[in-house]
């Protein structure tokens, strides 16, 4: 299966700072997804990223708050821009499509646990 | 509205116990129903995806099921190894992501 590095691990940052998160696969992938995951809570959907073109985000999420890139098909970034403690959480970048592997299921990276303080 | 739940939210085993899991869903176009394991401080890991009801996939100890509503992931004489967050996730017909529920954490006693 597709394997996934994320960057960083994990960071503790201050509030009205912005991060930016990493993910790069090892092979080249159609669908690209960037989930966060709230304390307690399960995963859900910030945006999908998509290649040559604006990413697609879902409802609750924006683009001024969440800037994504994605410049090839392999290689995508996350930004939480002007965080607050509510941005406290795993955020999670996740690949699917041909060739990763994984019986028509997707592939996570292992998360940034942020902590905004 | 699509919605993923599961039950129950936590489960505590002794090594040897078997159990099952539930994941109920409503999604309108099932394309793919996804289990997943995730410990501590990690991303999920892929477990099994069903399309149709009635098929079933195994991985060791583990079973997955379907149903037109639910499905289930039964655990066979469970060891401590095998605690765990198992997390569901279904895939709607006309969208590429997943939809998750909540997850049961499971802990496995020796």
């Given amino acids: 299966s597709a394997v996934i590095s994320q960057k960083p691990s994990r960071d503790i940052c201050q509030r009205g700072t912005s991060l930016t998160i990493q993910c790069q696969v090892d092979s080249q992938v159609t669908m690209m997804f960037w989930y966060r995951q709230q304390p307690g809570q399960s995963l859900t959907l910030i945006a999908t990223a998509n290649q040559g073109s604006e990413a697609t985000y879902e409802s609750g999420f924006v683009i001024d708050k969440f800037p994504i890139s994605r410049p090839n098909l392999t290689f995508s970034t996350l930004t939480v821009s002007n965080m607050s403690p509510e941005d406290s959480s795993i955020y999670l970048c996740s690949v699917g499509g041909v060739g990763t592997g994984t019986a028509g299921g997707y592939t996570f990276g292992s998360g940034t646990r942020l902590t905004v303080v | ?110």
């Fill in chain 2, 1 to 110: 509205e699509d919605q993923v739940t599961q039950s129950p939210e936590a489960l505590r085993l002794q090594e040897g116990e078997s159990s099952s899991l539930n994941c109920s869903y409503t999604v309108s176009g099932l394309r793919g129903l996804f289990w997943y394991r995730q410990d501590p401080g990690k991303g999920p890991e892929f477990l099994f995806t069903l399309y149709s009801a009635g098929e079933e996939k195994e991985k060791e100890r583990l079973k997955a099921t379907l149903t037109k509503k639910e499905s289930f992931l039964h655990i066979t004489a469970p060891k401590p190894e095998d605690s765990a967050t198992y997390l569901c996730a279904v895939q709607r017909g006309s969208q590429g992501n997943l939809i998750f529920g909540k997850g049961t954490k499971l802990s496995v006693k020796p």
